[in-house]
C-alpha cells in the first residue's frame, strides 16, 4: 500500500482512538473523526464508507494482530517462546483486550458493541477451529458447529464480566475459570 495511504489510514485510526477514549462509539460522527485526524471529508470516504466500515477496519486491524499466530515479546507481556496452542492464544487476546482498555467503553456503547463482539467472534472461531476443533472434536458427539458457538459465547461472556471488573483479574486467571467452565478444555 501507497505511503500517503497508509500515513492517512493511521491518522484516521489514530484520531478514531483518541475519540473512542473520550466518548462513546454512537456520540462519535464523522465530522469528529475528519476534524481530529485533520483531513477533509471525501478523504475519509475514500477509505471508509461509513463510520461502521471504520470501526470494522479497526477491530481488524486489533484482532489481526491480537489473533495472529506470530507471537513475540511486546511491552505487556511474552509469548515469544509459549507453545503455540489455543490457551496461551486466549491469554494473549486477554492481554491485548486490557493494553485497549481506554477505547473498549467507547467502543462498547450503542450499535459499536455489536460490530465489535460479530468480528471478535469471527477470530476467536478461527482461534478455535485452527487450534481447539482439530485436536480435541473427534471423540465428542457433539455437532462441532455447536461446540463453537458454545465455547465463543463462554470466552465472550467472561471477557465481559472480566470488563465489569475493570479488568481486575489476571489474563491467566480468566483462561482457568474458561477452562473449568468448559471441561472441552481439560
Not at 489481526?64 to 503455540?84: G, I, N, P, R, Y
Not at 464480566?161 to 482457568?176: H, K
Amino acid at each position: 500500500m501507497d505511503r500517503r495511504i497508509l500515513k492517512t489510514r493511521d491518522s484516521i485510526f489514530s484520531a478514531f482512538r483518541k475519540l473512542l477514549i473520550e466518548k462513546p462509539y454512537p456520540k462519535i460522527t464523522v465530522q469528529n473523526i475528519i476534524d481530529e485526524a485533520n483531513i477533509g471529508r471525501s478523504t475519509f470516504y475514500a477509505h471508509f464508507e461509513t463510520k461502521d466500515y471504520l470501526l470494522n477496519a479497526l477491530c481488524d486491524e486489533i484482532f489481526s494482530h491480537v489473533f495472529s499466530v506470530d507471537l513475540f515479546k511486546e511491552d505487556s507481556h511474552d509469548f515469544s517462546d509459549a507453545k503455540k496452542g489455543d490457551l496461551n492464544m486466549m491469554s494473549h487476546v486477554l492481554y491485548h483486550l486490557r493494553d485497549d482498555k481506554l477505547i473498549l467503553p467507547g467502543i462498547l456503547k450503542g450499535e459499536g458493541k455489536i460490530l465489535f463482539w460479530q468480528s471478535f467472534e469471527k477470530y476467536f472461531q478461527k482461534l478455535l477451529i485452527d487450534y481447539s476443533m482439530p485436536n480435541r472434536f473427534e471423540d465428542d458427539n457433539i455437532p462441532k458447529d455447536l461446540l463453537l458457538k458454545n465455547l465463543t459465547a463462554s470466552f465472550i461472556e467472561i471477557i465481559k464480566w472480566w470488563i465489569g471488573r475493570d479488568m481486575a483479574d489476571d489474563p491467566e486467571e480468566l483462561i482457568s475459570h474458561y477452562q473449568k467452565l468448559n471441561q472441552f478444555f481439560n
